[in-house]
């Protein structure tokens, strides 16, 4: 199991790792953990604005569980879109318990969500490219929630429509039209954006 890290790259090796937790492996628990930790707490930031705190315990309680119920698990087709569903229903499942404050996005700073950049680079970023960044972040915020989720999925996540389908509970066409009203209303608000920044009233 030395080599877990590495071979769980490619799907195929991913599905072998699965297998080997469901067998039981610490090291292939340890090694699905880590391939996906970062991306589950994106998208459960971009659900909730609770707390760190509150996203990093739903992640657990979800690890916890497929650690619990390993034997009685299947392979997922998607082993990520299978984290992020589960994810999302342990969140929906505690605010509709009251465990926890009902507070949900729009998010109104995306940026700490969609990009890890570090303080040099948010120092040395030109001023016409930060307010460019923070155009965009204040329209998609302006978006309705299942479409500023299906746009999170699609380009920060790099999910296809299909995967997209499974985490939103919807078929991959319903997917593929979030996205696109998306896109179009964002493409829309940046044209009008920019009109009145050319004419001088922006």
Known sequence: MK????????????????????????????AI?????????????????ISEEFV???????????????ERLTVPDNIRSYLFVALKNRILHLLKRQERPHMFVPQ???????FESSAEDILTQKEESASREELLTRMVARLPPRQQEAIRLRFVE?????????????????????VFRAMEKLR???????????????
């Open 3 to 30: 080599n877990i890290q590495a071979m769980a790259g490619e799907p195929t090796d991913e599905t072998k790792c699965w297998k080997e937790l469901l067998s039981g492996s610490k090291e292939a628990y340890a």
């Open 33 to 49: 953990y880590g391939l996906h930790v970062k991306a589950m707490y994106r998208y459960g930031m971009s659900l909730v604005s």
């Open 56 to 70: 990093l315990d739903c992640i657990h309680d979800v690890f916890a569980e497929i650690w619990i119920r390993r």
């Open 108 to 114: 109104e700073n995306f940026d700490d969500l969609w």
């Open 158 to 178: 790099n999910m296809d429509y299909n995967e997209i389908g499974q985490v939103l509970e919807v078929n991959t066409q319903s997917a593929h039209n979030l």
């Open 188 to 202: 829309g608000w940046l044209l009008a954006a920019c009109f009145i920044f050319q004419s001088g009233s922006f």
